[in-house]
């Protein structure tokens, strides 16, 4: 559309006028109609409104400069109306916004379902760990925790396997590469048990003591059924006056009932670790046959479930390094440590150890 498109006007009657004008507001309309962006809108205000070149300037310089003196106030109001008619289509059509193929492209349909999102849950590992922790909780326990990669010291020597000693053997260890260097104590290692956390803990606070530690841990051993080399423990400590292995009984008797049921029964089998003296291997009463002996149980009606024990006072004597509160001749504790998979196992019914981190959702759906 240009300029040029403005015929000259001849005839200044009212009725040429109006027809002149209304032509040219026509005109105008159509082109609003066709406004749909942005641009449009800033090319619209220039053809029409435009100062120099704009139609309206344009018609305000040819028609008026034209018009016999008695047609000139005539012509000018119907020059305004158009001009007010322009502006306000102008001023509409910036409202406009983004056409409507724009707005279809970005709406949303709201009768459309919503996306499902699955909700998660705690695996069984961690809700197991949770129930242990929370049985011992109920009895004033404290929990801690500490790090995986851990000292020979806190893994092994403080908790009373001296450098060589046989007993070191059992618990096939992960070492981190590249530690000869530096000496024996400080070597770096994955833990084998959350028990370095009992030295941890009595080196950071004064008895008396009662922690509950759960943890991952590493041992350097075949996969099978039910071994993983990766699993989890709760480790226990109790350090006060007069603790008993009376006291120990009651508190794993107790928890064993609170996990399993109120009709479980504990045994203590002699057993040996070197942190605690004496030692015991605590078993239950089976609970898939309730004692009377089945395959879980080989026949035997009881399963083996955890290690205990009071704390060896060459342990105490390592505490007391640093707090000199764990005198052993002052204080004495008892100690434990059970496995998070063998219980989770028992609870749940699973018999192979590897469903627990195979991440398969058709086995982690079953325990929502
Ligand atoms: N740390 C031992 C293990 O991993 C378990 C245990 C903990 C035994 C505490 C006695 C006392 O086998």
Same mark, same amino acid.
């Given at each position: ?18 027809? %002149?004008? =209304?032509a040219?507001?026509q005109?105008? !309309?159509?082109? $609003?109609? /066709?406004?749909?962006? @942005? +641009?449009?809108? &800033? ?22 400069k034209?018009?016999? %003196?008695? =047609? ?5 109001? !119907?020059?305004? $109306?158009? /001009?007010?008619?322009? @502006? +306000?289509?102008? &001023? ?34 961690? !809700? ?50 590249s ?7 400080d ?10 956390v ?13 922690i509950?530690?759960?943890g ?24 006060d ?40 291997d ?31 006072p ?21 100690a ?9 196992m ?23």
């Amino acid at each position: 559309m240009t300029n040029d498109s403005i015929p000259d006007l001849t005839a200044f009657d009212d009725e040429s006028l109006n027809q %002149a004008f =209304a032509a040219l507001e026509q005109q105008a !309309r159509e082109a $609003a109609a /066709k406004i749909n962006s @942005e +641009e449009d809108v &800033e090319a619209f205000k220039l053809v029409w409104l435009g100062r120099k070149q704009g139609r309206l300037t344009e018609v305000s310089a040819r028609w008026l400069k034209a018009a016999p %003196a008695a =047609a000139k106030k005539a012509l000018g109001v !119907r020059f305004n $109306a158009l /001009k007010a008619a322009v @502006e +306000e289509l102008l &001023e509409s059509a910036a409202g406009t916004g983004p056409s409507d193929a724009a707005l279809k492209a970005e709406a949303i349909d709201i009768t459309l379902p919503g996306t499902r999102r699955l909700l998660g849950a705690e695996h069984l590992i961690t !809700r197991t760990t949770n129930e242990i922790v929370s049985v011992f909780a109920a009895l004033g326990y404290s929990v801690g925790v500490g790090p995986q990669v851990e000292t020979d010291y806190y893994n092994f020597e403080s908790m009373n396997f001296p450098p060589g000693h046989p007993a070191r053997d059992t618990q096939d260890t992960l070492v981190i590469a590249s530690q000869e260097r530096r000496p024996l104590r400080d070597r770096l290692l994955l833990r084998t048990h959350t028990s370095p956390v009992q030295m941890r803990t009595m080196e950071s606070q004064p008895p008396p003591v009662r922690i509950v530690i759960p943890g991952r841990v590493h041992r350097n051993e075949a996969d099978d059924a039910t071994h993983s080399s990766t699993f989890y423990q709760v480790e226990g400590l109790c350090v006060d006056t007069h603790i008993t292995f009376s006291d120990l009984k009651g508190t794993l008797d107790h928890a064993m009932r609170a996990l399993f049921g109120s009709s479980v029964k504990t045994r203590f089998f002699p057993s040996f670790f070197p942190f605690t003296e004496p030692s015991a291997d605590v078993q239950i009463s089976c609970i898939f046959c309730g004692g009377k002996g089945c395959r879980k149980c080989k026949q035997s009606g009881w399963i083996e479930l955890l290690g205990c024990g009071m704390v060896d006072p060459a342990v105490f004597a390592f505490a007391a390094e640093r707090q000199p509160a764990y005198d052993p001749k002052k204080i004495s504790g008892f100690a434990f440590g059970m496995g998070v998979e063998r219980i989770a196992m028992m609870k749940y019914g699973i018999s192979e150890i590897g469903q627990f981190y195979s991440g398969d959702m058709r086995f982690l759906s079953q325990f929502v």
